[in-house]
C-alpha cells in the first residue's frame, strides 16, 4: 500500500473504496461518498499500519466479521474471541473517521436555554415526583454530561430545590470504547477545563496529583502521525477529577445510536441532548435515529441537536422552539395543536402527570404501533415530502391541506422543488446581482440588492450564506454568525456556512468549535483549500506541527490542480501557494516531515 499523501486513485482501488464505504455504512450508518474518499483512506491506512497489515484485503477480512452492536463474547470460545477482536478494530476505525472535538459547556447558547428556560420548566413538572431523565447521545470524553448535571445542580439550587433530594439519572452513550473510558475516569488536565468558571472548579472538582491523565480531543499534547498509532502524551500537570457527588448520577454506556430499537433504559426521557452526530448519516439513517429518539423522550420532553443539524425533511413530529438565540426541539404533549409550527415559547405542560395524561399515553403508543403494522413505517423512503412527516399514519391525516407534491426526484438527488416561482426567479436575479457587487467590493449596493433577495426569497439559504458573507465583509461578525447558523438549519450542508463559522469562532478564540467546523467544511469538499490553510494554522500556533504541516501539504495538494491566477477567497492560488511552500518549508527546518 502507498504511503498517505499519493494519489487516492492510485492507492485506494475502487473496489476497495466501496467495500469499507459499504461495510462502514452497514455498522455504524456512516455515509462516505467519493468527497470523503480522501478521510477514509487516511484512517485505513493508519489502523493498518498500527497492525502492520499491508495490503486492504486483509484488513477488511479481519473487521468484516464484526457485529453491528455490543456483545458479550465467551471467553472459552474461540469465534468469540476473533469477533471481539474484530469489534474492537471496527470501532478504532469509527473513531479514527469521526470528529470528537469536545469541552465543558461547548454550546453555550445551548446551556444559557437549559439553564433560564427548559431545566426550570422540566424541575416545575417534576416538583412532586422529584424524578428526572437525560440522555447526552455521542458523550465523547464526558464533558456534555458533566457539564449537564453541573447546569441542572446549579438551576435546582436557583429554583430552592437540593440536588440530594432527587432522583436523578442522566444517560451518557458512545460507539467509541476509547472515549468511554476517558469519560468514566472523569479527569481532566487543567487546558482541558475551558468552559468552566474558576467557581465551578471549585466546588465541583478535585484536583488530583497524577500527571498520567488522558488527552482529550484537541489537546496540544495530543501528537498526530500519519501511519502511525495516535497516543496520549502523558505529563505532570495540574488535574482535576469530577467529585462524586456528581459523576454518582451519570451512567456511561456504550450504544451504537442504528441500532433498530434502543435499549428499554433509554424511555420517558425528559430531555436528550444529540449534538453533532448525525452529520454523519444517510438521510434514511438520520429519520430512523430521530423517530427512536421521539420514542424514548416522554412526553413534553426536550431535543438539541448541533448547530448544524436540522430536522427539515427529517420529522415534523416536534414543535421547533426558538428561544435565547437558538433553536431546539420538544415533543408535543397529547392533543397539543402542532399547526403553529416554530412556536417561540415551550409548553410546561401537567405538573405531576395525571392519570388521563398517563392513559392517553398508553393510547397514542398503541395506535403508532397499528400505524406501524399497517403502513410498514419503518421503511423511511427518501420521498417524504418536505414539511411531512417521515412517519405518518393515512388514517390521521392533518387537517391543513397538504404541500404541493413534488415532482419525481432525480437518482441520487434531492427531492425536487416545485416549479420555480416568478418569486424565486426574482430572488436569483437579485442573488447574482448581489454578489457581483460584492466582487467589485461596492458593498452598500450589495447590501441593498441582497436584502431585496431576502425579502423575496427568505428560505434561500444561497441567499442567506451571501449575505453572512457580506456581513463577515462588513466586520459585523454577530450578524455573520446568526445568518450562517439560520443557513445551516435550512440546509445543513452548507458548505459556505460552515466555513464561514470556523472563521468568525476561530477568529473569536473558540477554537474547539472553529476547528470541527473547518474538519466539517473538508468533509463536504474534500478540495476546499481556505478550511486546510485554516486548520493548519491552528495546529501550527498550537505547537502542533505535525498536523499543521499535513493540513498545508493536503492544501498544496489541492492547489497544485488549479491554474496560478485562478481566485480563491480574493486571493490567487500562486499566492496561496507560496504561502503553503513557506510554512512548510519553516515547519520542515525545525525538524518536522
Not at 271 to 297: D, G, H, M, P, Q
Not at 316 to 339: A, C, G, V, W
Request: hydrophobic content about 40%.
Amino acid at each position: 500500500m502507498n504511503p498517505p499523501g499519493t494519489d487516492a486513485s492510485s492507492d485506494f482501488p475502487n473496489q476497495y473504496f466501496e467495500l469499507f464505504r459499504d461495510l462502514l455504512f452497514q455498522k455504524s450508518g456512516m455515509v462516505f461518498d467519493e468527497t470523503k474518499r480522501m478521510v477514509l483512506r487516511n484512517a485505513l491506512a493508519d489502523r493498518m499500519a498500527a497492525l502492520k497489515i499491508s495490503d486492504f484485503q486483509s484488513y477488511y477480512n479481519l473487521i468484516v466479521l464484526a457485529p453491528s452492536t455490543d456483545t458479550s463474547p465467551d471467553p472459552n470460545n474461540p469465534q468469540d474471541k476473533i469477533l471481539a477482536a474484530a469489534r474492537t478494530e471496527l470501532l478504532k476505525l469509527i473513531e479514527g473517521v469521526a470528529i470528537n472535538e469536545t469541552s465543558f459547556f461547548r454550546n453555550r447558547e445551548h446551556f444559557q436555554t437549559l439553564r433560564e428556560e427548559v431545566l426550570p420548566r422540566l424541575i416545575r413538572r417534576h416538583i412532586t415526583d422529584k424524578r428526572l431523565r437525560f440522555w447526552s447521545a455521542g458523550c465523547s470524553t464526558g464533558q456534555e454530561p458533566y457539564s449537564l448535571a453541573i447546569c441542572l445542580a446549579e438551576t435546582l439550587r436557583q429554583e430552592g430545590e437540593y440536588l440530594e433530594e432527587w432522583s436523578i439519572e442522566i444517560y451518557a452513550t458512545d460507539i467509541s470504547g476509547r472515549v468511554l473510558n476517558i469519560a468514566r475516569q472523569g479527569r481532566y488536565r487543567n487546558e482541558e477545563m475551558r468552559g468552566l468558571s474558576p467557581e465551578q472548579i471549585a466546588k465541583y472538582f478535585e484536583p488530583i496529583s497524577s500527571g498520567a491523565v488522558h488527552t482529550a480531543p484537541l489537546d496540544p499534547s495530543a501528537i498526530y502521525v500519519p501511519g502511525k498509532v495516535a497516543v496520549s502524551r502523558g505529563r505532570l500537570s495540574p488535574s482535576f477529577e469530577v467529585r462524586p457527588e456528581i459523576r454518582r448520577y451519570i451512567k456511561f454506556d456504550f450504544l451504537n445510536l442504528i441500532t433498530p430499537e434502543f435499549p428499554s433504559r433509554l424511555s420517558q426521557l425528559d430531555l436528550v441532548l444529540c449534538e453533532n452526530v448525525t452529520i454523519y448519516f444517510a438521510a434514511a439513517t438520520t429519520r430512523k435515529v430521530i423517530e427512536n429518539i421521539y420514542s424514548a423522550l416522554d412526553y413534553g420532553g426536550f431535543l438539541f441537536i448541533g448547530y448544524s443539524e436540522t430536522l427539515w425533511q427529517v420529522s415534523d413530529r416536534f414543535k421547533l422552539i426558538n428561544s435565547h438565540d437558538t433553536f431546539y426541539y420538544q415533543k408535543p404533549f397529547p392533543n397539543e395543536d402542532l399547526s403553529r409550527q416554530s412556536r417561540h415559547k415551550a409548553l410546561t405542560g401537567p405538573i405531576n402527570t395525571p392519570t388521563e395524561i398517563t392513559d392517553a399515553r398508553k393510547a397514542h403508543r398503541a395506535q403508532h404501533l397499528r400505524d406501524i403494522a399497517d403502513q410498514g413505517l419503518f421503511s423511511f423512503e427518501a420521498k417524504d415530502q418536505p414539511g411531512t412527516a417521515a412517519i405518518q399514519s393515512a388514517q390521521t391525516k392533518q387537517k391543513t391541506p397538504p404541500p404541493p407534491p413534488a415532482p419525481v426526484p432525480r437518482a441520487n438527488s434531492l427531492p425536487l422543488q416545485p416549479a420555480t416561482s416568478p418569486e424565486k426567479l426574482a430572488g436569483k436575479a437579485f442573488l447574482a446581482e448581489g454578489k457581483q457587487k460584492m466582487s467589485a467590493n461596492e458593498f452598500e449596493e450589495a447590501l441593498d440588492i441582497l436584502t431585496q433577495a431576502i425579502a423575496t426569497n427568505p428560505q434561500d439559504d444561497e441567499v442567506l450564506a451571501a449575505m453572512a458573507e457580506l456581513k463577515l465583509k462588513l466586520g459585523d461578525y454577530e450578524a455573520a454568525l446568526q445568518l450562517c447558523k439560520q443557513t445551516i438549519l435550512i440546509n445543513r450542508l452548507s458548505e459556505p456556512a460552515h466555513l464561514m463559522l470556523a472563521m468568525i469562532y476561530h477568529k473569536e478564540g473558540q477554537l474547539e468549535i472553529a476547528v470541527q467546523e473547518y474538519k466539517t467544511t473538508i468533509f463536504l469538499n474534500l478540495e476546499n483549500v481556505i478550511a486546510y490553510l485554516r486548520l493548519g494554522d491552528i495546529y501550527r500556533d498550537h505547537r502542533q506541527p505535525r498536523e499543521a504541516l499535513r493540513e498545508y501539504r493536503r492544501a498544496l495538494e489541492v492547489l497544485r490542480k488549479k491554474a496560478p491566477d485562478e481566485i480563491i477567497e480574493d486571493l490567487s492560488v500562486g499566492l496561496l501557494r507560496q504561502a503553503c511552500e513557506q510554512n512548510i518549508a519553516k515547519l520542515n527546518m525545525r525538524g518536522f516531515r
